[in-house]
């Protein structure tokens, strides 16, 4: 049965459940739809030396490319400061846009993003909205 896009959120939601952020406090969940139907979480990891840490949605991908898959149909992100303000969407990053752009089609691939206190909520973009004119795979040919 597929899943929606609403239920993709909630997974994201679960996979926040999951961060390890000591330091900054801001948890996010990422939930990837492969092509095939299977789905991966993540979470964000933090690092006390800070740069060798790794976002929710890269952690995600690395689940999914590890165990063979490699068509993607959509992610879903949440995240959000500990006691903060949960009102915010959270969008990746410019280094999980570039690496999501490794892996997927960017006119077709679907980012759904929604605030933790209202994940009805739910705006959805392409790859190619949120990173326009990208390098990717078919520049090196």
């Known amino acids: 049965m597929p899943i929606c ?3 993709l959120i909630q ?10 952020s000591p330091y900054s406090d801001f948890s996010v969940g990422a939930a990837l739809l492969a ?5 991966y979480l993540g979470c964000n990891i933090e690092n006390a030396a800070f740069t060798p840490g790794i976002c929710a949605e890269r952690t995600a991908f690395s689940k999914a490319l590890s165990e063979g898959d490699k068509d993607f149909e959509a992610i879903a992100i949440v995240g959000g400061k500990e006691g903060g303000n949960l009102d915010h969407i959270c969008a990746p990053c ?32 392409t790859l190619e909205q949120l990173l326009p004119e990208s390098f990717g795979p078919d520049n090196l040919k």
């Open 94 to 125: 410019g280094v999980c846009r570039q690496f999501i752009r490794e892996f997927t089609e960017p006119a077709t691939f679907r980012i759904l993003l929604a605030p933790l206190n209202a994940p009805e909520k739910i705006t959805s973009y």
């Open 35 to 39: 092509k095939n139907g299977k789905l």
């Open 5 to 7: 896009d609403a239920e």
């Open 11 to 20: 997974w994201a939601v679960k996979a926040r459940e999951k961060s390890y």
